[in-house]
């Protein structure tokens, strides 16, 4: 007969505390080891624990001392010794399983017939599980006491055996998420690379039309000096100006798919003279200005460098002073200002605002039109008529810049006629760029 002590049960319960808290261990091998416990515990020759599958209403050896029946599975059913405990939710205490008519298709690999096998309950109603010991050191049955005893092991072992199965559970579904969460970062490298792959070669592909493309235009340009035929001229001069237009239309084009791949790669914003920019656009622009005897007065006094990207900002400056020449009638004059004034607001990237604007005494923009002109190929009437070529991109294109550094960008009525492009920047104090990208 199996004595009970208090200081075995707590010599046992630290034991079994010690593997089942284990963090070495995988749940298998905790149940396992707890098993081999129990068994030593009330001198069985055997034991096993089986948990309940609900999902499959199957019960599984998880834990055994015999190593060939861990993973076997049977069925939920109240004629195996297991599946009554389970179902009747009661332990069993067989003294001769032989004379037991309730099982009678019981195994004989048994080489005692007294058996226990106690549910592993949970709450009142739920059965997770059982533990089975068998075949008694010495041939004598289990007795009362052992089936106390395996009673309160059961009781003890049965929440920590849940809360493994739980982690268990979380862990496989970690580890899931873990795969699928890598399967989908490689998926989206692959697309990015085969996205950019593409955007670089269609980039390539409208890049290499300039060359042969300003080769027809240069040729047509000779072409009308070489004394065509007055039929032939307005056939030379259509051939030419398409041929303008489609040039700067792949002009704008680069300039759209230099800014998505800005965007893309999340290029860094970094301070940049903004004043220097303009002198240099200035520098640019004057022959074309001189050629229509166009005064330009560059005011920009500030000094401040402004948070963005140089090449970007080149090309929005240039976009607004040389479409303020190419607007502006003959004899006309540009202004080029900046003005500073402390932000306020707190959600400004900036503490300090730089307003730099561009004026001039042109033909202004109509009301209908002053938010639409900073959409695709949106133009005035009055350009559109004016014959000035134009593929209304470049201000799309600007708003896009400017927006992508939090900024404004608007246009007002100069007086006594003509237009203000007006653009928001934030001045760069201090040495760390704030958030612009969303
Ligand atoms: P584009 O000049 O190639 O047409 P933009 O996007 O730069 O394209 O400009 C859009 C339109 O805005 C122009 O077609 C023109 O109608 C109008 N616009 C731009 N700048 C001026 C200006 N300074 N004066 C008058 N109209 C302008």
């Known amino acids: 007969m199996t004595v009970f002590l208090q200081s075995d049960l707590s010599q046992f319960l630290k034991a079994m505390t010690a593997i089942l808290a284990s963090r070495a261990m995988t749940l298998a091998q905790k149940l396992d080891n707890g098993g081999r416990l129990i068994q030593d515990t009330v001198r069985a020759g055997q034991a096993s624990v089986m948990l309940y599958d609900a999902e499959t209403n199957q019960l599984k050896v998880v834990a055994a001392t015999r190593p060939e029946i861990v993973g076997m599975t049977q069925t939920l059913s109240p004629d195996s010794v297991s599946g009554y405990v389970c179902t009747a939710k009661e332990p069993l205490l067989i003294t001769d399983i032989a004379t037991d008519c309730r099982f009678p298709c019981r195994a004989s690999s048994y080489r005692t017939t007294s058996l226990i096998s106690v549910p592993l309950l949970c709450g009142q109603s739920s059965v997770i599980g059982v533990i089975n010991v068998s075949d008694k050191d010495g041939g004598e049955p289990f007795s009362k006491d052992d089936l106390d005893v395996l009673l309160e092991y059961a009781g003890w072992i049965t929440p920590l055996i849940e809360t493994l199965c739980v982690q268990d559970r979380l862990e496989k579904e970690k580890e899931r998420y873990r795969e699928l969460a890598q399967e989908l970062e490689a998926k989206q490298q692959e697309l990015l690379i085969a996205s950019t792959e593409r955007a670089e070669l269609v980039q390539m592909v409208v890049h290499d039309f300039k060359s042969p493309l300003s080769a027809v235009i240069s040729n ?96 929005l400056i240039q976009n607004l002073i040389s479409n303020a020449v190419k607007y502006t009638p003959d004899n006309g004059r540009i202004i080029l200002g900046m003005e500073t004034w402390a932000s306020r607001r707190a959600s400004d990237p900036g503490q300090t605002v730089l307003k730099f604007f561009v004026e001039d005494d042109g033909p202004g923009i109509e009301d209908a039109y002053k938010e639409r002109i900073f959409e695709k190929f949106v133009r005035t009437d009055t350009s559109r008529q004016s014959g000035i070529k134009g593929t209304g991109v470049g ?43 969303p």
């Open 220 to 315: 047509m340009d000779l072409l009308s000096f070489l004394g065509p035929s007055e039929a032939q001229k307005p056939i030379i001069e259509t051939a030419f100006k398409g041929a303008s237009k489609l040039l700067e239309m792949i002009d704008e084009f680069l300039h759209l798919a230099r800014l998505d791949e800005w965007q893309g790669r999340g290029a860094e914003p970094r301070p940049v003279n903004l004043s220097a920019l303009v002198q240099a656009e200035v520098d640019a622009q004057l022959p074309v200005a001189r050629s229509k005897d166009i005064r330009i007065e560059n005011r920009c006094a500030v000094e401040a460098a402004v948070w963005g990207d140089e090449v970007l900002f080149g090309h």
């Open 395 to 437: 201000l799309f294109i600007c708003r896009k810049i400017v927006t992508m550094f939090r900024g404004k960008i608007w246009v007002e009525d100069a007086a006594p006629h003509g237009s203000r492009f007006c653009v928001i920047f934030f001045v760069a104090e201090t040495g760390e760029h704030p958030e612009f990208l």
